[in-house]
């Protein structure tokens, strides 16, 4: 199987990992990742992808599929140095690869960030499962073979919402599946991950600089966390990506049809006239 990171060329130079946050989506690391910028730090986060277009959906997508349904090879420590080379911190990508990538970092620090878990699902189902559904349905179920970016969104965002829901999307059913698909995925974190090596957070009991800077070693800034985490600020990130896929779209099916209306009126109109 052809997985885009082998196409990638091997760094010159990696950063050293200084942190490894294996926190689910929606539990605070959009803020984290802006905290962490703030700092100074270098962390890669979804916003990392979103930012750089197609060739970074395929990274994780092919990732993905080998975690969860070995499909392709799973990622090892030189696949995450091509990744990740140019990044000292890495966010949320190892909720999609939890055992690649604590087999890849076994010295790392670990952060984990938890949420309520019907809190979190109400929040996955708000961003991440809208936006997959969105993506999915018509006419972007047609539009996003215009765009390569969403079309590999779509792909993702798909086959995660199937997952965590055992397949039962955004109905009560799926969504009790993300409630215990979510806490079976925290006890397996501290199941894996040694306690000294693993600094928890609890979202509702607050997250913020008093909590980071510490573990990270720096002194707390004297400026307001920088998110709020809300679906607003999802929507933000990821809508302008969907307006122009459906603009691609738009564009893309009448150039096509277009021609095809046009040569049906020709062929209805020449057959009146030979009649």
């Known amino acids: ?29 959009h803020g984290l990742y802006l905290a962490l910028k703030r700092l100074g730090f270098k962390p890669f986060h979804m916003a990392e992808i979103i930012k750089a277009g197609p060739e970074q959906v395929e990274l994780l997508n092919d990732g993905l599929y080998a975690e969860m349904f070995h499909e392709g090879k799973p990622y090892g420590r030189a696949e995450f140095d091509k990744w990740f080379a140019d990044y000292d911190i890495i966010i949320e990508m190892p909720f999609f690869m939890l055992r690649s990538t604590l087999e890849a ?12 878990p019907d809190k979190w699902a109400k929040s996955f189902e708000n961003t991440v499962g809208m936006m997959a559904e969105k993506l999915t349905s018509f006419p972007m179920s047609v539009f996003k ?57 609890k979202l509702e009991d607050g997250f913020g600089w008093d909590e980071i800077c510490p573990y990270l070693g720096v002194p707390v800034p004297d400026e307001k966390w920088p ?8 929507g933000e990130i990821a809508n302008p990506k969907v307006k122009n896929a459906f603009m691609k779209g738009m564009f893309g099916t009448t150039s096509i049809i277009a021609p ?14 030979s009649l």
Not at 171 to 183: D, F, I, R, V, W
Not at 227 to 234: I, R
């Open 145 to 201: 073979y215009f765009d390569a970016f969403a079309y590999h969104m779509a792909r993702m965002g798909t086959v995660v919402l199937n997952y965590y829901t055992n397949g039962c999307g955004l109905t009560p059913e799926g969504h009790k599946n993300l409630m215990n698909n979510y806490s079976n995925y925290i006890a397996e974190v501290k199941r894996l991950v040694p306690p000294e090596q693993l600094k928890v957070c």
């Open 105 to 116: 970092y076994p010295d790392a620090k670990f952060l984990l960030t938890e949420r309520n």
């Open 260 to 273: 095809i209306v046009a040569a049906g009126v020709w062929f209805l109109k020449s057959r009146k006239l």
């Open 227 to 234: 998110s709020l985490n809300t679906p607003e600020e999802f």
């Open 1 to 29: 199987m052809s997985r885009r990171i082998d196409r990638l060329p091997t760094p010159t130079h990696v950063e050293p990992k200084k942190l490894i946050v294996l926190s689910a989506p929606r539990t605070g690391t």
